[in-house]
């Protein structure tokens, strides 16, 4: 995908935080309401009709036009978030090529052409999850205790007891939520500021939560808490915004698992998933499973940019991207920005 191919304006999403004396209007599903905003989204926020001035707090990054507002309720607090239609983000590259597997024990096992690095899995939810179940428990207790009492299962009245527990809750699911966007905005954008050229491979992340029921509970949760499918989202977008080289490797093809990187051979016997080591029976070539399957796909970023027919990033109208790659470095990366009618 060439990173400097894309739009001139994107769309952002700003959110700011307002306080409201006095309470607030109910909204519709889910505690949100869409404003419309004609060429000031923000003036829009500050004066909410049947509510009066509303103090703001909070700027966007990027300076641009807003065109919509929204009013969110979450976790007991009022967001207005505003989208913004923004000139093309510029963002630093890095000159380095690199390739990476996804997982769960390490985050991300990175190859590159001087050797292989890991990226630790943080796991915010399992670190919250004794207390979630504490909350969650608790929220459940006062419930039943407020059912029994009216004799009603739905419509009952809910106590500032009940109604505490559950910000609580819903407090601390948005703190899970933060750290693990936290932490994946700072980890690609650390991967894009370094690499030029970046690669992985498809991830059907529907597919691997799919069954297993009780049995894979704990597995579907570690996978659905880690967000694959968010965190390359986020990649592609930053290396669209640097003007980056980014590929996904097609997984059923290339099946980086399961080949190996020295001599590029599939096994006799296919690996489960319980295989956490790889050994080659065509070569010998021993190595963790992780560690190989990035270092299989730094192998084919490698050949595909030494193939192919298109020019990379910065390349010179007729230069191929081997020339502007060499040792695992690029040798010219100029910015540029095409307008696409």
Same mark, same amino acid.
């Given at each position: ?91 630093? %590259?890095?000159?380095?090529?690199? =390739?990476?597997?996804?997982? !769960? +024990?390490?985050?991300? *096992?990175? /190859?590159?052409?001087? $050797? ?104 579907? %949760?570690?996978?659905?808490?880690? =967000?694959?499918?968010?965190? !390359? +989202?986020?990649?592609? *977008?930053? /290396?669209?915004?640097? $003007? ?98």
């Amino acid at each position: 995908m060439r990173g400097d191919e894309r739009r001139n304006t994107s769309v952002r999403s700003l959110v700011i935080s307002i306080s409201i004396r006095g309470g607030f209007p109910e909204w519709g599903h889910r505690n949100t309401t869409r404003l419309p905003a004609s060429g000031d989204a923000l003036h829009v926020a500050r004066h909410l009709q049947g509510v009066g001035q509303v103090p703001v707090c909070g700027k966007a990054k990027t300076p641009g036009v807003p065109k919509t507002c929204e009013i969110l309720h979450t976790a007991g607090k009022w967001y207005a978030s505003v989208t913004l239609e923004v000139d093309a983000v510029h963002r630093e %590259r890095g000159t380095e090529i690199g =390739a990476f597997d996804w997982g !769960l +024990k390490e985050f991300l *096992t990175i /190859a590159t052409p001087q $050797g292989v690095e890991t990226v630790a899995n943080p796991r915010h939810l399992r670190n919250q999850l004794a207390e979630l179940k504490r909350l969650g428990q608790e929220v459940s207790g006062k419930i039943r205790m407020a059912q029994q009492l009216s004799g009603r299962r739905w419509g009952f009245p809910v106590s500032s007891n009940l109604r505490r527990a559950i910000q609580h809750l819903a407090r601390l699911h948005v703190k899970v939520a933060r750290q693990r966007k936290d932490f994946m905005h700072q980890t690609s954008a650390g991967l894009v500021k370094r690499f030029g050229a970046i690669a992985t491979e498809t991830l059907a992340v529907k597919n691997m939560v799919h069954g297993g029921g009780a049995r894979n509970k704990g597995l579907n %949760r570690e996978i659905h808490a880690a =967000a694959p499918a968010t965190f !390359l +989202k986020m990649i592609r *977008t930053k /290396a669209e915004e640097a $003007g980056s080289w980014y590929e996904e490797a097609p997984a059923r093809e290339i099946k980086p698992t399961q080949r190996c990187h020295a001599c590029w051979k599939l096994p006799d016997e296919k690996k489960t998933i319980s295989d956490r080591e790889h050994q080659c029976p065509h070569c010998g070539a021993a190595c963790g499973r992780d560690e190989n399957a990035a270092l299989v796909l730094l192998r084919w970023l490698e050949t595909k940019l030494a193939g192919a027919s298109s020019p990379m990033p910065g390349a010179s109208p007729g230069r191929e991207p081997s020339e502007v790659w060499s040792g695992g470095r690029f040798t010219a990366l100029k910015h540029e920005t095409h307008t696409i009618p």
